[in-house]
């Protein structure tokens, strides 16, 4: 039977060696998205994951999907684009645009897990400094970006999104360039896919993930000031 979690936002969420093979990852259910759960899921390697009309989900998949941030992959064609300076950088500047436009994308695919209560929790997280997005802009006009919770050394993406060709991948490798620059050695990016996989994302078991997870949360890393230190030029 699946765990409930309890009402408390300090309850404790099952080990996650507990998480289901089938669906991958499936580790427990109910709670609510206070900051206080969300933090401590986020800090044991567990996301919440759901659509409207279902009760809220936590998930460990395994294996995970990790970036090294000192190793992500940057093509030929896109070192180019990103020499060119076409596109301008931010971070912090559109947070909520960012996630709303994550979930419109999805939602006109196949569904969105972004609901109206995920994006009012991140958000507050957010708020309290915990929760980042990286903005890529042509004209002004907001065309690509990322978002995630960072921890420690560990950033969290949650998800990413392109109005115009290659603009979330020019927001993952700015964010690399960036996270390594001041410490961070994980980017958890959850579940594996092709395209994550293009831009340097490996595999690793639970354990090993685990393990990195821990080290990466404890470390004493910190970005004190995330717009200006991305207004900061960097070199491709």
């Given amino acids: 039977m699946l765990p409930q979690l309890a009402d408390s936002p300090d309850a404790p969420f ?8 089938e669906p991958n990852g499936l580790l427990a259910w109910g709670g609510d998205l206070h900051p206080t759960r969300l933090m401590r899921a986020y800090a044991r390697g567990i996301f919440p994951w759901y659509t409207d009309g279902q009760p809220i989900l936590w998930w460990s998949p395994h294996p995970r999907a990790v970036i090294y941030p000192s190793e992500v992959h940057i093509s030929r064609r896109l070192r180019r684009l990103l020499r060119q300076r076409r596109f301008r950088v931010t971070a912090d500047r559109h947070f909520k645009a960012v996630i709303r436009a994550c979930g419109d994308l999805r939602q006109d695919r196949d569904g969105t897990w972004i609901t109206p ?23 002004d006009e907001l065309v690509g970006g990322i978002y995630g919770v960072a921890i420690g050394g560990a950033f969290f993406g949650e998800s990413m999104f392109s109005l115009v060709d290659n603009t979330s991948k020019l927001a993952l490798v700015h964010l690399c360039r960036r996270l390594d620059d001041a410490g961070f050695t994980l980017l958890d990016c959850q579940m594996v896919s092709p395209h994550l ?14 393990s990195q997870l821990r080290q990466a949360v404890g470390a004493a890393v910190a970005i004190d000031d995330w717009p200006a230190w991305f207004s900061q030029p960097l070199d491709w």
């Fill in 14 to 21: 099952p080990p996650v060696e507990w998480a289901a093979q």
């Fill in 117 to 139: 209560q995920m994006v009012d929790a991140y958000c507050e997280l957010h708020r309290l400094g915990h929760a980042h997005s990286v903005e890529v802009l042509l004209n």
């Fill in 197 to 210: 996989q293009r831009m340097g994302a490996v595999s690793v078991k639970r354990r090993q993930f685990q």
